[in-house]
């Protein structure tokens, strides 16, 4: 199973597709996808300077959770879901709905959007490295030396080039939420594993986000800020709806409709563009000026990345091919 996240929110993927004709739309949808997973930082950043973190995530997720709701009932039917799957969601929706935005929007309020944004590219690395650790994945030279590659990239970008800093406690708290953003990613891509084995990734995902976003609402109404929107204006309330509508419900429709069709290996490596994306709209939408050594260490996280997928998509090859012959 593939397992991507993006723009704040976690995108189950089944294991296998059956392969369909891909259309140059298709394509164009998932640079779109990218375009709109890139802004994603920027709307949080928006929604967050005039909201709460809660309040905004519990909106968002109201909204996604009705659309990707609707979705489920009319290609699926009602979901009948067994006590172990709800427990299973409510796991899913506890790391990579309500735990995750606390870190990506409070993260939001501290850090640039574009340099969250770097930080987060290190994700599929983490995975893979904790993948190894923890289950005894399958790894190789190459693939070790992308997953180095990328920690040395993110270690520049939230030291602002300066690594020293990481051992004198000068790292400041809003690079530790983003870094969290990544660490509960890891935990939700183990989780889903799991879930997979009886649900289909569009009704996960849906379980995820309406179980995140009871758990959003609660603390929103403990915190008193869910209905604390009185100064929000236009602005903030536009990032809410596009975190919502956009972000999460049909950016999730368009991905998962190109991994269907030309599979999730060549779907994900448009996934790259995200925080290259978010680095420049940073720039023109928020006037965000990132350092040499931050876009220095973004462009070797990316690298990395990529190093550690391709490896990855080899070894797995190897693994299917020693099994035929078996």
Known sequence: MDIHHRGGATIALPPGVRSVPASPLTYLKLVATALIWGATWIAA????????????????????????????????????????????????????????????????????????????????ALVAASDWLLFGAPMSPTKAAGIGLAMFGCLL?????????????????????IIGCSALWAVYTFVGRRGTRTLSPLAMTFGASLTGWIMLTVAALLQGSLFL???????????????????????????????????????????????????????????????????SGGALVIAGVVITNHAGARLAAGVISKEKVA
């Open 157 to 177: 970008v939230v030291t602002n080039g300066d690594p020293r800093l990481l051992f004198t406690g000068q790292v400041g708290l809003g690079e530790w939420l």
């Open 45 to 124: 950043r928006v929604a967050v300077s005039e909201a709460s973190p809660l309040a905004v995530a519990s909106w968002r997720f109201l909204l996604a959770a009705l659309v990707l709701g609707t979705l489920v009932v009319v290609h699926e039917g009602r979901p009948r879901w067994s006590l172990k799957e709800w427990f299973t969601l409510a796991a899913l929706g506890a790391s990579g709905i309500f735990l995750y935005n606390l870190c990506f929007l409070y993260g939001m309020r501290m850090i640039e959007a574009g340099r969250g944004a770097l930080v987060v590219a290190l994700t599929p």
């Open 229 to 295: 929107l009185a100064e929000t204006t236009w602005r903030g309330w536009s990032a809410i709806v596009f975190l919502g509508l956009f972000g999460t419900a049909l950016a999730f429709t368009w991905y998962a409709e190109a991994v269907q069709r030309i599979g999730a290996t060549r779907s994900a490596a448009f996934i790259n563009l995200v925080p290259v994306s978010a680095v420049i709209l940073g720039a023109v939408l928020l006037d965000e000026r990132l350092g040499v050594a931050v876009l």
